[in-house]
T-cell receptor
Framework: GQNIDQPTEMTATEGAIVQINCTYQ??????LFWYQQHAGEAPTFLSY????GLEEKGRFSSFLSRSKGYSYLLLKELQMKDSASYLC???????????FGAGTTVTVRA | SQTIHQWPATLVQPVGSPLSLECTVE??????LYWYRQAAGRGLQLLFY??????ISSEVPQNLSASRPQDRQFILSSKKLLLSDSGFYLC??????????????FGPGTRLTVL
């Protein structure tokens, strides 16, 4: 099983940068996923990390440190449409299932 | 490209009534399929997953059941709904059968209210 922690809420200003941290505890590890979920909608896939380091996709980047059980999602040049919940999910070694954190609600203010 | 459909989009049901939610995937074969529930303001809870026709694994003991009568069809059912069954039900699929990226992609969801 997994124990996944992420902050409940974060607020930032349009054009700024926000970093959402995720820590996890697992007996085995086979990848960490970040999803974005707008209110009332389904989650959409943002990024995947399985090796240590930074993965960059446009304004969004995700970092992983397996030894520390730690990841972060970095949102740059924030836009109003980035206001959403961001879900961290971890997959165990040899498993198909994902365990999700409770999500971090990001509010972008003008 | 692959698409995933769920219906109905919203549902209001009385306590004690039956439930049937359907999920279908197009554009892929032999996907892994998943049912999640998200209660208001809460995280995603995995209910069932399936790696093939007729193969269902249950994660949470409750009054719900799942079936996979066809390769790309996944059904969530209940004989008698409880108030606590209210929530946002999400179906997801993934397409890799071995260890690897195996990203899960979600359908649009069904919002169920039990009164």
């Amino acid at each position: 099983g997994q124990n996944i922690d992420q902050p409940t809420e974060m607020t930032a200003t349009e054009g700024a940068i926000v970093q959402i941290n995720c820590t996890y505890q697992t007996s085995g590890f086979n990848g960490l996923f970040w999803y974005q979920q707008h209110a009332g909608e389904a989650p959409t896939f943002l990024s995947y990390n399985v090796l240590d380091g930074l993965e960059e996709k446009g304004r969004f980047s995700s970092f992983l440190s397996r030894s520390k059980g730690y990841s972060y999602l970095l949102l740059k040049e924030l836009q109003m449409k980035d206001s959403a919940s961001y879900l961290c999910a971890v997959r165990d070694q040899g498993d198909y299932k994902l365990s999700f954190g409770a999500g971090t609600t990001v509010t972008v203010r003008a | 490209s692959q698409t995933i459909h769920q219906w109905p989009a919203t549902l209001v049901q009385p306590v004690g009534s039956p439930l049937s939610l359907e999920c279908t995937v197009e554009g892929t074969s032999n996907p892994n399929l998943y049912w999640y529930r998200q209660a208001a303001g809460r995280g995603l809870q995995l209910l069932f997953y399936s790696v093939g026709i007729g193969q269902i694994s249950s994660e949470v003991p409750q009054n719900l059941s799942a079936s996979r009568p066809q390769d790309r069809q996944f059904i969530l059912s209940s004989k008698k709904l409880l108030l606590s069954d209210s929530g946002f039900y999400l179906c997801a699929w993934s397409g890799v059968k071995r260890e690897g990226t195996d990203t899960q992609y979600f359908g649009p969801g069904t919002r169920l209210t039990v009164l």
